[in-house]
């Protein structure tokens, strides 16, 4: 994922749509002929507004609907990022995250 695609996403909440922020946790850089671009890996998108996180999984932001989220190879990959990540995590987001949360299974 390029950093910039933060300047244009929002919270995909119908209730919500504010802006978001990112805490990265891995990421390389890309040489380009004019640039140097960071590509991040691994990152964690929340909502400051209605408390929602997307995990950022290989260079990819997943930004589901919350009832995609909570079944299946997303939820099962999304949990497998949690437990990854849980030492850099805030603890809302494990105790408590929406749409879940580490202490829900």
């Known amino acids: ?41 691994e990152a964690l998108i929340r909502c400051p507004k209605c408390g929602r996180w997307y995990p950022v999984i290989d260079g990819i932001a997943c930004m589901l609907p919350d009832d995609l989220r909570k079944e299946g190879k997303q939820y ?16 809302d987001i494990l105790k408590n995250g929406i749409p879940f949360g580490l202490t829900e299974q």
Do not use: G, Q
Request: with cysteine; hydrophobic share 35%.
């Open 76 to 91: 099962r990959e999304e949990t497998a990022f949690l437990e990854k990540w849980k030492e850099n995590i805030p603890t």
């Open 1 to 41: 994922m390029k950093r910039w695609l933060m300047d244009i996403l929002a919270c995909p909440a119908s209730d919500c749509r504010s802006e978001l922020n990112l805490e990265v946790y891995t990421s390389h850089n890309l040489e380009t002929e004019d640039e140097v671009v960071e590509e991040i890996d």
